[in-house]
């Protein structure tokens, strides 16, 4: 649908200037088209590749990582840590916080690549 709406504009065009000017119209034309391919597969190649996000995560919530049912994963981080100063619970919780708040970003990202596709 795109190629013969621009050859129309181009034979328009062209019987409206130069011969010099024809080819270079024609050059920059083809130079456009080129362009535009690429850039479609390369629209095609990401949008396969693309897990499809169903549910909008800019209004996903963060979970409050401070019940019981964490607990068991946070003493574990505790436990594991070496060093000083000493890794506290509310140090676990803050990391799991900052964990799901990155990978919600990409969540982000992800919805809005998919949205300007779609």
């Not at 080129?34 to 995560?57: G, K, R």
């Not at 019981?68 to 619970?89: C, I, K, R, Y």
Request: aromatic letters at 8%; charged letters at 15%; proline letters at 5%.
């Amino acid at each position: 649908m795109l190629i013969p709406l621009l050859h129309a504009a181009t034979s328009l065009h062209i019987f409206s200037t130069s011969s010099k000017n024809q080819k270079s119209f024609i050059s920059r034309i083809k130079l456009q088209l080129s362009i535009l391919q690429i850039h479609l597969q390369c629209t095609l190649v990401l949008s396969q590749n693309m897990p499809h996000i169903l549910e909008d995560p800019t209004q996903a919530t963060c979970p409050s990582f401070e019940s019981a049912e964490w607990s068991f994963l946070q003493q574990s981080m505790v436990e594991a840590h070496q060093g000083a100063p000493p890794f506290t619970d509310e140090d676990a919780t803050w990391q799991l916080k900052e964990t799901w708040a990155r990978e919600n970003g990409s969540k982000i990202a992800t919805w809005n690549a998919q949205l300007k596709q779609d």
